[in-house]
């Protein structure tokens, strides 16, 4: 075969034994002066083999690239050279420069925009459902023969360090799709430079061919411990051929081949191992990459083209989660969601973003990511669901229904450096790290929406099983008056809110806020004669009135100012928490601070509508720092949903004991709970410092007990399962809770004499 057909025969395969056998009956898959050094080295593993955990997080990396590819076209077919001056100096200000969108949020554009945007980029699906090829093909600059050597095969070679536009910078992230190819690790390329950019180089005379070359990986040979990436480049030449065009692009299902393609790139990668994601390629692997990519810079258009699929079309636009989330939030998201604030930490600038869906609805778009960390639109580290069940944010209720995008592009090079590793997939431990999960501890745990939410789904869940907790309480209090031992546990454990006896308090109304705010006022004043108190290390918080929107500080059009000033000087540290019409607002003191100190903050709220700006003023004296502690002011400071100062929040009643739910198979709860049939008890934080107890009462052992033990009444049985659980589960609670010195021996055997001493 001449060069063109070997590039389309190669094209048309979707297995690796069909490219072997093509490479072999060329005379190419034996001969191994044909195959190169992968970047040059040969231990090019050490670099390839350290990227990316799964192959979804690999194949962002090709898309991403895909999407700078075609940024720097853009910039190069104007005449201008990628690093210099008249270059765009961010990815929002390119996508301003080149395509009129405006903030460089695809979100403002329309669908059909979006659409035809999304023509230079796309990925296809072939072959089969069990084994699945991907080809990412973008109308970007492309490469020559020449010059793929230099740019699409190296590796750690500075092509775009210096382009402030674009994601990639260590030239290493294209090879993280390897070790995810099949067995022997397959991958096409096919390029040529894209004949209008006006930059080329005059030396090129590949410039007009194209170019074509397979990536495999072969075995350690003898003495040498890891494997070897290889390109193919017979007489180390890229092979090459002339054509105006290709057949690369996919028509109308199920062509896969069926368009032109004139200029650009097409990476094929065989048999894919991507788990769990190998469903049509329109629902599953669409979500995770909209997870991946929340904030794409460029969309790519999706095309299903293995056969067996049915519907009434098989191709659609990826646009990012972002973009999901802002068409489908009526549907999907509660109301008032999602908001967003700024968080400072380590003088580092970062942007969270806070989704709250509704019930059952968040797992089209998160599995266990709760946090994820983004940079230019890419998603570069996560922490799981379990952040949100931390003792220091306290909401378990609502853990599976949240997500928060937490914005770093902001963040300086060194800081990105100390935060997240090369491989864009994982957070480095350290210093930055933990100061940014304390920020977003205690952004969730005081915001007020969330706090309200999580209260409406408690209420939900238990309200109805609240008188069932008497029965309970009466014979728990009987057991106390003869028990020294769970007397003394319950003196020493905590005191349970019920949310549902309301005070002097207000239900939740719809809140109708304004674009643009007609008062922003603080609730309290606090005069230089008067002023609030703060221990030294301890933030404090003072709240503001308005009737301003809720995104008002976070839209993309015409957003509100705030700024803080402490005796002239602009305070960085703080934390805004807009909800409803009430504003937190989180301050950290000043480092050289001393105690008996009055500063003066003076707050400032600006936007495109106002002559003049809101301004408050409010005096802060420092006292003496507080011990850190289980105490401490912080960690039992009331939640902002119980404030009283305003009426915006609820009094609380409480209750001394737990409240104790007992969940059935044909319950609500047993699915929303995860239970199994094993499973005892699952203890709930109620978010107030306090417990709910969910019992299953079609647990299996209890079940077989009430069959093979007819002695005993199955009520009596039941009772003596149930308080004995939640008796347990406080043992356990409180010994958990009190960072115990004892012995865990000590601790079985305290909890095993509780045990008898409830069922006796």
């Known amino acids: 075969m001449n060069n063109k057909d070997l590039a389309l025969s190669l094209v048309h395969a979707d297995t690796e034994n069909e490219i072997i056998n093509i490479l072999k009956k060329e005379g190419y898959w034996d001969k191994s002066d044909d195959w190169q050094l992968y970047g040059g080295k040969e231990n090019n593993f050490a670099t390839i083999g350290n990227q990316k955990s799964r192959a979804e997080d690999a194949l962002v990396e090709k898309i991403v690239n895909s999407v700078d590819a075609v940024l720097m076209a853009e910039c190069l077919k104007r005449g201008f050279k990628t690093d210099s001056k008249e270059a765009p100096t961010s990815i929002a200000d390119a996508l301003e420069k080149f395509y009129n969108i405006h903030n460089g949020k695809l979100s403002n554009i329309t669908p059909n925009e979006r659409t035809k945007l999304a023509e230079n980029i796309a990925l296809v699906s072939t072959g089969s459902k069990s084994n699945p090829c991907y080809s990412i093909i973008d109308k970007g600059e492309g490469q020559s023969p020449n010059r793929l050597p230099d740019t699409i095969l190296s590796i750690d070679k500075n092509n775009k360090l210096r382009t402030p536009f674009v994601q990639g910078k260590f030239n290493m992230g294209g090879t993280a799709v390897l070790r995810f190819c099949g067995r022997e690790?397959?991958?096409?390329?096919?390029?040529?430079?894209?004949?209008?950019?006006?930059?080329?180089?005059?030396?090129?005379?590949?410039?007009?061919?194209?170019?074509?070359?397979?990536?495999?990986?072969?075995?350690?040979?003898?003495?040498?411990?890891?494997?070897?990436?290889?390109?193919?480049?017979?007489?180390?030449?890229?092979?090459?051929?002339?054509?105006?065009?290709l057949k690369l692009m996919p028509g109308n299902y199920p062509n896969a081949y069926q368009n032109e393609l004139s200029y650009g790139t097409f990476i094929k990668l065989y048999e894919y191992q991507m788990t769990g994601l190998k469903t049509n390629i329109l629902f599953d692997l669409n979500y995770k990459l909209s997870l991946l990519m929340p904030s794409i810079a460029l969309p790519v258009r999706l095309y299903e083209r293995r056969k067996g699929y049915k519907g009434h079309t098989l191709e659609t636009t990826l646009s990012g989660l972002s973009v999901r989330l802002d068409e489908d939030k009526k549907e999907n998201l509660e109301s008032g969601f999602p908001v967003s604030g700024p968080i400072t930490a380590l003088g580092q600038k970062m942007r969270a973003s806070i989704f709250a869906f509704k019930r059952g609805r968040s797992t089209n778009y998160t599995r266990d990511e709760g946090i994820i960390f983004v940079i230019n639109g890419q998603t570069h580290g996560t922490l799981s669901k379990s952040f949100f069940t931390r003792n220091a944010v306290r909401h378990s209720y609502i853990a599976d229904s949240l997500l928060v995008v937490v914005d770093c592009s902001e963040l300086d090079g060194r800081a990105r450096e100390d935060l997240f590793l090369n491989s864009r997939d994982r957070l480095a431990s350290g210093e930055l790290r933990s100061q940014i999960e304390r920020e977003l501890e205690i952004l969730l745990r005081e915001h007020k929406g969330l706090n309200q939410l999580r209260e409406r789904r408690r209420r939900e869940d238990i309200e109805d099983k609240l008188e069932d907790s008497k029965p309970l309480a009466d014979v728990i209090q009987d057991i106390l008056k003869k028990s020294p031992t769970l007397s003394k546990l319950f003196i020493k454990g905590v005191r349970l809110p019920n949310p549902f006896n309301i005070v002097n308090g207000k239900r939740e109304e719809q809140y109708e806020g304004k674009k643009f705010p007609t008062f922003f006022t603080l609730i309290k004043e606090y005069p230089e004669i008067a002023p609030k108190?703060?221990?030294?290390?301890?933030?404090?918080?003072?709240?503001?009135?308005?009737?301003?929107?809720?995104?008002?500080?976070?839209?993309?059009?015409?957003?509100?100012?705030?700024?803080?000033y402490v005796n002239g000087t602009e305070v960085e540290n703080k934390q805004i928490n807009p909800w409803n019409g009430y504003i937190n607002l989180n301050v950290l003191l000043p480092d050289n601070v001393t105690v008996g100190d009055v500063l003066c903050f003076e707050s400032k709220v600006e936007d495109v509508s106002l002559i003049e700006p809101f301004v408050s003023r409010f005096y802060i004296r420092v006292t003496d720092a507080e011990k850190k502690n289980n105490s401490s002011n912080e960690k039992n400071r009331k939640n902002p949903s119980t404030d009283n100062k305003g009426n915006e929040g609820e009094n609380t009643s409480h209750l001394d004991l737990p409240n104790v739910i007992e969940v059935f198979k044909n319950d609500k709860n047993w699915v929303s709970k995860e239970f199994e049939n094993e499973t005892a008890l699952h203890v709930f934080e109620d978010g107030q410092g306090g417990y709910d107890f969910f019992i299953n009462m079609n647990?299996?052992?209890?079940?077989?007990?009430?069959?093979?033990?007819?002695?005993?009444?199955?009520?009596?049985?039941?009772?003596?399962?149930?308080?004995?659980?939640?008796?347990?589960?406080i043992a356990l609670l409180k010994e958990n809770n009190d960072n115990t010195e004892k012995s865990i021996e000590d601790s079985k055997n305290q909890v095993g004499n509780i045990f008898t001493e409830t069922v006796n």
């Open 533 to 564: 108190d703060c221990p030294k290390n301890v933030r404090f918080r003072v709240q503001y009135k308005t009737d301003a929107v809720n995104d008002y500080f976070d839209r993309d059009n015409d957003p509100g100012k705030f700024s803080l």
């Open 185 to 245: 690790n397959l991958q096409l390329i096919i390029s040529k430079r894209n004949p209008k950019i006006k930059i080329q180089d005059a030396s090129d005379d590949s410039i007009n061919y194209w170019g074509v070359t397979i990536v495999r990986r072969e075995n350690p040979p003898q003495g040498v411990r890891s494997s070897i990436y290889k390109y193919l480049a017979p007489n180390n030449k890229i092979l090459r051929f002339e054509s105006d065009s």
């Open 699 to 729: 647990n299996i052992h209890l079940l077989s007990e009430q069959k093979s033990n007819g002695s005993i009444d199955s009520k009596l049985l039941n009772a003596r399962y149930k308080y004995g659980m939640v008796l347990i589960g």
